[in-house]
């Protein structure tokens, strides 16, 4: 792949129009991937109207559910039932509608410490991948979604936390977060996040102004570091859009 890191900002006018944005992306990937196909979710609310979309008759039909491999980029360690697990939310919204089990690929908060869960997603990942080390000409994920925090993380990779330089392990444990809700988690990694042909930022509401315009000043801040090897998206709409956005 052309280790092109730039990152492309596109605006559009809401969040509406930014989950079907997304969404006509996401879709996009998966049309070009004639073989297994695989998405890495995130958690928070911004995708939820995204997954909300993937669901109507519109983009479900369009989806060849049977070769779609469905995986969290970072999750709370509670459990799988529980309103604040990412990877629960994602099959109520759309997944257990739509996937078969086998593809959906939660990481496993029932292991007895975020540690465990982590060691365990590592090697269903390298499993799945078919490699313990990361090829950049085979990236490891058609599409990674991602979200950014106040604090600037995104994933469960948190400013100055250990996790951000990991180079070697892709699944790490949290045990303390940085922001709400304050439980422990568990992250993929900057290596296995980055490795995919698309990552998709969806960023929307004032609220997210202050840290996006951190962001695109070029600030050493984990969300600056997630950049695909591939194709890095920014999806952020009007109201979030700093006046006069610069690092684009
Ligand atoms: C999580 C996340 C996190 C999230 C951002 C944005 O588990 O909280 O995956 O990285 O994407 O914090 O969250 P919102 O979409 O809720 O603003």
Known sequence: MTQSRKRHVIEVSDSAALAKAAADRVLARISANHGRVAICLSGGSSPK????????????????????HWFIGDERFVPADDPLNNMGMARRIFLDRCAPAANIHPIPTDAADPQEAAHRYDSELKSF????????????????????GPD?????????????????????????AHVDPFVPRVTLTLPALNSCREMLFEVA????????????????????????????????????????????
């Open 152 to 176: 600037g993380h995104t994933a469960s990779l948190f400013p100055d936390y250990p996790a951000v330089e990991e180079l070697e392990r892709w699944v790490v444990a949290v045990p303390q």
């Open 205 to 248: 509401g004032a609220e997210k102004r202050a840290i996006l315009t951190r962001v695109l000043d070029g600030e050493d801040l984990p969300a600056n570091r997630a950049r695909s090897i591939g194709e890095t998206i920014w999806l952020v709409d009007k109201a979030a859009l700093p006046e006069n956005p610069r690092g684009r």
């Open 129 to 148: 991948y078919g490699a313990n080390e990361l090829d950049p000409a085979r990236p490891l994920f058609d599409v990674v979604l991602m979200g950014v």
């Open 49 to 68: 109207q995204l997954y909300q979309l993937l669901a109507t008759e519109t983009y479900r039909s369009q989806i060849p559910w049977e070769r779609v």
